[in-house]
């Protein structure tokens, strides 16, 4: 239908977000192999060239157009103000692909209980453009110093609070560092380049991709519940399972009963074959599921 202007050349995101990643990409049918020692991981898709980037870095090739699209964090889009198309939230159920804290953070016991006690202070960060645009919504002036690690260590002595990433907060109360602000609240984003797809082939490619993606996402919490039910008990069955739920009703050799297929969240099932089945359901199955396209 387009016509083929190369290969699409997709950013994987090297470090905490990789492993889940490579899982979302299998989930979604693509076999995708990442070596420890090539930065150019194996994809079972000769239209796609994968290139295995830290996401701190991500968003400015593709801003550049070096990349055609790639999956960062919504942090990293901002630290680096790229200007780039925003395709997808792909927050999910996963390790790191859930939603992360970039907190306002100093030490317990210290002066600094809000953002505007720190005016005039020093704050250590990884995020540096991000905390000064902060600090200029609340209208306050501080000396912001980009770290190389070891962040949360270095209040009081070296900086009167940091601007770090935290998900359960443990790292900073083992540091004897408390919240004092939410800097942003960032999750993982399909990030394409303007001009790519502005390319028909390109964009096709995109859309078709992420179509996998989100539906192997979709499919992350909920499962098929496939049963056997008494024409007669249709009706009670029906009122056990979840508003949302759309069934599927097929006839069986045996007339007097019908075959019922329904997707629900899987955190639920324990609760509702117990009933199912007091209700007249048999040969219940819960099956798994790895996409669901909606």
């Known amino acids: 239908m387009f016509e083929k202007t190369g290969q699409l050349r997709l950013g994987i995101p090297k470090g905490s977000l990789q492993d889940t990643t490579q899982k979302l990409f299998v989930r979604a049918g693509y076999d995708l192999r990442i070596s420890g020692r090539s930065y150019y991981p194996e994809i079972d898709d000769p239209e796609i060239q994968c290139i ?11 801003g550049q ?12 889009i901002l630290e680096n103000d790229a200007d780039v198309a925003e395709l997808a939230d792909l927050r999910a159920p996963w390790p790191n692909y859930g939603v992360v804290r970039w907190v306002l953070a100093s ?31 609340h209208g306050v002036n501080a000396s912001v110093e980009f770290s190389w690690g070891a962040t949360e260590v270095k209040p009081p002595i070296l900086a009167d609070a940091i601007v770090d990433v ?3 907060g443990s790292s900073l109360r083992a540091n004897n560092l408390r ?5 942003l609240q960032s999750t993982p984003r ?41 024409r007669g008990k249709v009706d009670a069955v029906l009122q056990i399972l979840p508003a949302l739920a759309t069934p599927t009703i097929s006839t069986l050799a045996d007339p007097e009963w019908v075959d019922l297929s329904t997707v629900v969240e899987e955190k639920t099932v324990r609760e509702l074959i117990p009933r199912l089945y007091d209700a007249g359901a048999r ?12």
């Open 52 to 62: 295995l980037i830290r996401p701190q870095e991500m968003a400015r090739y593709v």
């Open 65 to 76: 157009g070096i990349l055609d699209c790639a999956i960062t964090g919504l942090d990293w």
């Open 107 to 137: 030490r317990e016991g210290s002066p600094f209980n809000t953002v505007r006690d720190l005016e005039g202070g020093r704050i250590a960060t990884e995020a540096v453009g991000m905390t000064r645009r902060f600090l200029a919504q």
């Open 166 to 168: 935290s998900e359960t």
């Open 179 to 183: 919240v004092i602000d939410v800097v």
């Open 190 to 230: 399909f990030i394409g380049h303007h001009q790519a797809l502005e390319d028909a082939w390109k964009r096709a490619k995109i859309e078709r991709l992420l179509m996998l993606l989100k539906g192997a996402i979709a499919a992350a919490t909920r499962v098929l519940l496939s049963m056997n039910v008494p």
């Open 283 to 294: 040969g219940i199955i819960e099956l798994p599921i790895n996409k669901i396209v909606e």
